[in-house]
């Protein structure tokens, strides 16, 4: 049933409405003022925001590329977020809306509740000794308290790291141990599908020999029995009506270049990266992306259905929203359960003006037909927005027609959690291109280069690389700063390497392709494929196996496992079974492998390392290029 795509407009224009509501109509002027002196451009953002202490130095490049923004000055993120909402117009305003997955709990929050909520965790957290620096581990699900864990830990200027709560113990325990977090935030179990998973045991299992943590704050939510040990783990709830809990809580002035949270992500190798950002930079960052992009007002609804594992959580759903004012709302399941309708009947109680998702998403929601969508009142919908993976047109014309109802922009927005912020995007009054993520954000330059690092023309596929430095840009990976200057920065001398392919159309449009390295986007999530073979490996029967990503229709990459088993072993479709389950209980049910492949060897190369990239030519039966270097 669908059209041709040639029939189809491949630009699309804002509509009356949306130009006459733009903040920024004139996107052009903007783009040229920022491109002639992007340090202004930032200084002046960031003076829309408060400071206890100016900064002195708005850029400081002298150690690039360790980069340090807003230099001398003192802030918090939390000062910004929520405590200059309290003394203004905003302290009423709601700022956080939940729904629970059973649809039968409702929790609203104003800026004054949400300042309550905070002030009483953070006031927990000091009693249990965090103090300024310490790191703090955070495995909840898509509740309110993630909110508040966050915001608590940066509001004492402690360093938060998330690790999305579908990771499995050893996964969680690698980034335990490597943060060295002294107390880890949890919930007895997280609601998935009408069914509980078990958070807490995991954390148990994760802890047990933890040499680091002392406390476990454990929230109830699901009511599922769990094992309290009696001097490490505390009920959240039973802390909270101790004294200790009670009375304001002062919000900590740091420095702009104190860090704000550690976040873990996948790269080439097994271990993952900790990607490290700071309370000025970012916060200057993401305020300001998201209120260019969006258009944020006072009148709108914003919801993002990311978790705030992932770095879209950390910076539009938590912390960007808020440093706007913003009232953002948060659901707590996933998007067809227990019907596919369920996002769009939450849009319409709610009247979400504007609806932030990931393509994988919509091209699911897309398989169930309009009928789902369109029994729906959707007209409070003025915004939509898309991040993670490359958006297929007909999936964007999708969202763009049937739940945009024609009138709704797009912005897709290129990122990554090493940026912090949006680096391509467009704002609203820009004309639009379906499967393009538009433009570099003001202030930045993006170029794509040939493998020596060589600008290509026009039109011509190679590697991302961006230009300038950007206030929310990492910092470095914790402790890890030869590895931050090898990934990033010695690519390419003088730029930041991106890891995607990419190309620029002739008006100057980006059009991101995918990553070109080991890492695989499966439904948005980022996964690496050493990950996936460590985990897959510590299966008794598996010798030795590769793992890479093949398109696929609705979650843009599966995963696809070769694997050489060990004597004694056959491949059957049981062995399947039990190496996917093994995966999911070692790394995470998001890394289950889609096909295992039995083998009897991998191709390697004659020093041993795996040819992933042949593999994956013969899979889709393309040209397997230079095999001079094969063994064999
Ligand atoms: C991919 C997610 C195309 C890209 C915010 C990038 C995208 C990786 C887009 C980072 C987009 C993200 N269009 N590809 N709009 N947004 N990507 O760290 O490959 O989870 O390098 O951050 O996602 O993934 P990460």
Redesign the pocket.
Known sequence: MTEPQSDLPDIYYPDETTLKNARIRDWQQVEEEAAADPVAYWEKRARELTWSKPWTRTLDDDDAPFFKWFVGGKTNIVTNAIDRHLDGPHKNKLALLWQSEDGKETRTFSYFSLNRAVTKMANVLKALGVRKGDRVTIYLPRIPEVFFAMLACAKLGAVHSVIFAGFSADALTARIDDSESKVVITADGSWINGSVFPLKDIVDQAVRFSPTVENVLVIKRTGSEVTMDPLRDHWYHDLTALPIARGACETVQVDAEHPLFILY?SGSTGKPKAVLHTHGGYMVGTYATLRDTFDLNDGDRYWCTADAG???GHSYVVYGPLLNGATSFMYEGGPSYPHPDRWWSLIEHYGITTFYTAPTAIRSLMRFGDAWVNRHDLSSLRLLG??????NPEAWRWFYEIVGQGRCPIM???????TGMFQ?AGVPAMPQKPGS?GRPIFGQVAEIVDEKGDPVPDGTEGFLTLLNPWPAMMRTLYRDDQRYLDTYWNVYAGRYA???SARRDEDGYYW?I??TDD?I?VS???LGTAEVESAITSHSAVAEAAAIGLPHEIKGNAIHVYAVLNPGHQGSREMTEELRAHVATHLSPIAKPDEIIYVESLPKTRSGKIMRRVLRARALGQDEGDLSTLDG
């Open positions: 992500t992932w770095i879209t898309t991040v993670g993976e490359p958006i897709d927005t290129w990122w990554q959690t090493e391509i993520a991106t890891g995607d991101v995918g990553r890492i986007k948005g999530h980022r």
